[in-house]
């Protein structure tokens, strides 16, 4: 069993920073790939980056590439999305999620999932 507990959320301008962290309970952190996923108003929970439980292996959602930069501290158990060149549209619930096994980006196929962090982009 594994615990998510996602904070760093707030509001900003277009253009600024953020970085999000999800702190996770359990002994084998290190064997779970994460994901981070979010969820605009209206909108399907959509993936946005995840990571393998090493760390060598990330995948990126298109229309963050180059501006969100996952990573993970398996020492501290606790993964970041560090989230740059914010933009209105990226204005979501953002969620973390873990799964024990493989690395997916469809949000169905993850176990455990956080309470999510609102984040919100003025223009």
């Given at each position: 069993?594994?615990?998510?507990?996602?904070?760093?959320?707030?509001?900003?301008?277009?253009?600024?920073?953020?970085?999000?962290s999800?702190?996770?309970?359990?002994?084998t952190f290190?064997?779970?790939?994460?994901?981070?996923?979010?969820?605009?108003?209206?909108?399907?929970?959509e993936?946005?980056?995840?990571?393998?439980?090493?760390?060598?292996?990330?995948?990126y959602?298109?229309?963050v590439?180059?501006?969100?930069?996952?990573?993970?501290?398996?020492?501290?158990?606790?993964v970041?999305?560090?989230?740059?060149?914010?933009?209105p549209?990226?204005?979501?619930?953002?969620?973390?999620?873990?799964?024990p096994?493989?690395?997916?980006?469809?949000?169905?196929n993850?176990?455990?999932?956080?309470?999510?962090t609102?984040?919100?982009?003025?223009s």
């Open positions: 069993q594994v615990q998510l507990v996602e904070s760093g959320g707030g509001l900003v301008q277009a253009g600024g920073s953020l970085r999000l999800c702190a996770a309970s359990g002994r290190s064997s779970y790939a994460m994901g981070w996923f979010r969820q605009a108003p209206g909108k399907e929970r993936f946005a980056a995840a990571i393998s439980g090493s760390g060598g292996i990330i995948y959602e298109e229309s590439k180059g501006r969100f930069t996952i990573s993970r501290d398996n020492a501290k158990k606790t970041y999305l560090q989230m740059n060149s914010l933009k549209e990226d204005t979501a619930v953002y969620y973390c999620a873990a799964k096994v493989g690395l997916p980006t469809a949000p169905e993850y176990d455990y999932w956080g309470q999510g609102q984040v919100t982009v003025s």
